[in-house]
């Protein structure tokens, strides 16, 4: 036997073996830290702030708060956002958890709220670079060590959504769902092996062979925690028992057509889910019946069915054996096997049924409507309902994502010859994960895995075809020490040189580069939204809720019973976590899709009460008849403050319209010296959030602009030059508050009497926090007996305690003019809250 032949005889000598490779996979581990953790600067502000990314992020931040404060209660319901009906939180409990365990250990059961800040906006980072481990082993299975080397340099470095994802401040479940389904197919993939090589069979089982039981039965225990893991934090985790299911269909086809014993496979996948049928029991909220988005029964029959799935499969298969049945009818058995599972569940359980057939639209098809415009729901090969890669060359660079195309292809090929279970899974797992990517773009957060590895199996083709292998056997055998490094550069040859500049320059360096594009800072509120939800917080009155409790979910069918107190913010839903945590109060939607009303099915569907009908509505009569039909009880309307920014009076207005199904009209091609341009249109000026946003409200008899925030230079000027355009009006052509807060109120009732059927002007001028004045307006005419009314919705006297202390009020009196007659009226704060006449 020659001294490669020889087998590793020794743990001592197995550890010294791969020591070098585990540094390296440790190293790359840090260096992925490194790279997350580099714009900490724009997450720790100087002024003690601590700026989260995203949006979900500060749901997850508050969700965690309120868990510590309740420990080891958590919230399930919440009804302290899309008011007034409340949230299920749909979140998987164990990011949360992780975070509040970690949280109690450092802060020794006491943790301040500085380090819970910290531990949150460092724990995407770290689990982001723990994805090294399993990307390493992965590589490692499919091409050896060198792969996996490379896999784990590629993925630490991959840009696009799985490093912004993982970046620190970026407190989202996402980075779990990457690093725990890449450890679940990772142990999945082990078991397979393991029990492949060991010729694992039923029989084994039966004989309680522990000798060729054990290493199999550890991975495939391991197997089924890290998916229960991953369920536990995406309900949507049936996608990857999908990619399990599917690969073991293969698999089994492909061994019965070779007459090869498939037990090593369903030995894994019932073991597998069995554990996870067993793990995920104790967190089933059977009100949910057999919702997808909660954790309902759907969780526990899908990994039941899965393992029943291999069961089924591997009795067939034991059946054909017996009766020595040809291969080619085996398919064609599991296809019959799967309607009639179906047909089963459509006559016992239609909603399982319904969810199970519409799944595939929910997590592969393009989203359409309102949907479409979810940044990340859409789809990453259509951007504008044109074909385009430069989203995918976002996430994997151009040579990462035809790198993993071809890795694809080569996979497919060794399928003809002798294809390895690991291979075969790593394909199916790439298509499908790919299909998910033509669906949602978010989904790129698990592509980049697969990209990854994919890449790092072409570069270890590439590595084998010019003889690495001989290369690292010479290195092992004639360097002892520094000095014989130079007597070993003599065993190098040019070709092996070629490669690895090649691998460098074509794989590693286009993701290095984009990824540190990405660590010039994070996303999150900008300073103008910090400020306008800490305002609230401040000055506008208590909800009467609170806040960090956890409640109990109302009934089914019932309403949950808020107190006397509680109202909620209108803004687009984009914003609603920022006004949650951050202000403190109930938004009316969020970016949970909750309370965005509109339709969602065809034009002729009723337009529901919500933020896009409210922020489209073409009259303040109509706007106002909305927030009256969002909130249940008829005495009081669903929101009291509106909050808007300039995104949402410019690029963001077209996606409330996409809401409604209604986008026609607001924008129209104008002719502008250099072309056509699509410019606002009246029906668009007509909208509550121009006559909010772009017009402060002027005219308006119920709302009133409480706060501002300071301005940027945005596109705000260029619509009030199209307005003046059109409406041969004078408004200042200049940008304003970045984020404006208005207030609903009843408005105070201003009567007088004039000559009969005479026009009557009533105006005032609004000084705001930041020292801007706009002019207030209203006319009418008097009726036949002189008779006329004004609803105003300023107070001139100022805030009274208990109720809003607004910044942005009249700077005098309201003027009242007709004829040649003026006159001056003074509004107390309780006339516009109460609705009280003011008489002239």
């Known amino acids: ?60 931040m508050r969700t965690l708060n309120a868990l510590l404060e309740n420990y080891p209660n958590r919230m399930f319901f919440n009804p302290m956002t899309n008011y007034p009906n409340g949230s299920y939180i749909h979140f998987g409990p164990l990011f949360d958890q992780m975070m509040a ?36 082993y992965i590589g490692k299975c499919l091409g050896g060590r060198k792969t996996g080397i490379l896999a784990a340099i590629l993925i630490a470095f991959a840009p696009g959504q799985f490093l912004s994802r993982s970046m620190i401040g970026f407190t989202d479940h996402h ?11 990772m142990f999945f993939m082990l078991a397979l092996i393991s029990s492949k090589e060991k ?68 030995f894994t996948g019932i073991v597998t889910f069995l554990v996870s049928t067993i793990l995920i029991l104790p967190f089933v909220h059977s009100d949910m019946g057999f919702s997808m988005y909660y954790y309902s029964w759907f969780h526990v029959v899908t990994a039941f069915g899965a393992m029943t799935g291999f069961v089924f499969l591997s009795l067939i298969e034991k059946e054909f054996n017996r009766g020595n049945i040809k291969g080619y009818y085996y398919p064609l058995v599991i296809f019959g096997i799967v309607i009639l599972g179906l047909l089963a569940a459509k006559i016992a359980v239609p909603s399982l049924y319904s969810l199970v057939i519409n799944a595939p639209n929910t997590i592969f098809g393009i989203k359409t409507g309102g949907a479409s415009t979810i940044a990340e729901a859409s789809s990453i090969f259509y951007e504008g309902g044109v074909f385009t890669l430069s989203r995918a060359f976002g996430n994997f660079t151009m040579s990462g994502f035809f790198a993993s195309l071809l890795g694809m292809s080569i996979l497919a090929v060794n399928i003809f010859r002798k294809p390895k279970p690991e291979e075969v ?104 939204w910090i400020e306008a939800c800490m305002w609230l917080q401040s000055y506008t009155p208590d909800p009467g809720m609170d806040y960090n409790a956890v409640y109990e979910a109302p009934e089914n069918g019932e309403l949950f019973q808020y107190p006397d107190t509680a109202y909620g913010v209108m803004s687009w839903w984009d914003y609603g976590h920022w006004i949650e945590t951050i202000g403190h109060r109930m938004p009316n939607a969020n970016p949970f899709q909750a309370g965005i009303g509109g339709r969602r099915g065809s034009i002729e569907d009723e337009n529901q009460p919500g933020s896009s009908t409210f922020f489209t509505a073409q009259s303040e009569e109509e706007a106002t008849a909305v927030l009256e039909a969002v909130d249940p009880n008829p005495d009081k309307a669903g929101a009291r403050y509106i909050v808007s920014d300039v995104e949402m009076a410019t690029s963001k207005f077209y996606a409330m319209s996409a809401w409604t199904l209604d986008t026609e009209g607001y924008y129209q091609s104008y002719w502008t010296g250099s072309g056509n341009q699509y410019l606002p249109s009246t029906r668009y000026f007509n ?154």
């Open 1 to 60: 036997m020659s001294s490669q032949d020889r087998p590793v005889s020794t743990f001592k000598s197995k550890l010294k073996s791969s020591l070098p490779y585990t540094l390296a996979v440790a190293i790359i581990g840090f260096v992925a830290l490194w790279i997350r953790i580099l714009p900490s600067d724009s997450v720790f502000l100087s002024n003690g702030f601590v700026r989260f990314g995203g949006n979900d992020p500060w749901y997850h």
């Open 101 to 136: 365990i970690t949280s109690l250990f450092l802060g020794m059961g006491s943790p301040s709220q500085e380090l819970v800040n910290t531990v949150g906006a460092y724990f995407p980072a770290v689990l982001g670079a723990l994805t090294v481990v399993p990307v390493y």
């Open 175 to 185: 980075v779990a769902e990457a690093l725990f389904s890449t450890f679940f197919m």
């Open 199 to 266: 010729g694992l069979s039923f029989e084994h089982v039966i004989t309680k062979n522990l000798s060729v039981l054990k290493e199999p039965l550890v991975y495939s225990v391991m197997a089924g925690i890290m998916y229960s893991a991953y369920q536990l934090s995406w309900p949507g985790a049936s996608l990857f028992l999908l990619v399990a299911l599917v690969y073991a269909v293969f698999q089994y086809i492909l061994n019965n057509f070779r007459k090869e014993s498939s037990d090593y496979l369903g």
């Open 425 to 528: 899974l790593v394909l199916v797992w790439s298509f499908l994960i790919f299909l998910t990517i033509y669906g949602q773009n978010r989904f790129a957060y698990y592509y980049s895995i697969n990209v990854a590895v994919l890449s790092a199996y072409v570069g270890g083709l590439l590595l084998e075809l010019v003889k690495w292998d001989q290369l690292n056997e010479n290195f092992k055998s004639s360097v002892k020490s520094p000095a014989d490094i130079p007597g070993f550069l003599k065993f190098v040859k040019i070709e092996q040189v070629i490669a690895v500049l090649a691998i460098a320059v074509v794989l590693i360096y286009p993701v290095y580069g984009s990824a540190m594009q990405l660590t010039k800072g994070t996303g999150g509120p900008d300073g103008p």
């Open 687 to 840: 909208s509550m959030e121009s006559r909010l946003h772009i017009l402060d409200g002027n005219g308006l008899k119920q709302y009133r602009l409480v706060h501002e925030t300071w301005a940027y230079q945005t596109q705000e000027v260029v619509y009030k030059q199209v307005y003046n355009l059109l409406f041969e009006d004078r408004i200042p052509e200049t940008d304003t508050g970045y984020v404006k807060i208005f207030e609903y109120v009843k408005g105070a009732r201003i009567t007088g009497t004039a000559s009969p059927n005479e026009t009557v002007k009533i105006s005032t001028t609004i000084l705001t926090g930041q020292g801007r004045t706009f002019d207030y307006s209203q006319s009418t005419t008097s009726d036949s007996m002189g008779r006329y009314e004004f609803t105003v919705p300023y107070s001139t006297e100022g805030p009274i305690p208990g109720e809003t202390q607004f910044d942005t009020a009249p700077s005098g009196s309201y003027v009242v003019s007709y004829g040649t007659t003026i006159k001056e009226v003074r509004v107390g704060e309780e006339a516009v809250l109460n609705g009280e006449e003011v008489k002239v």
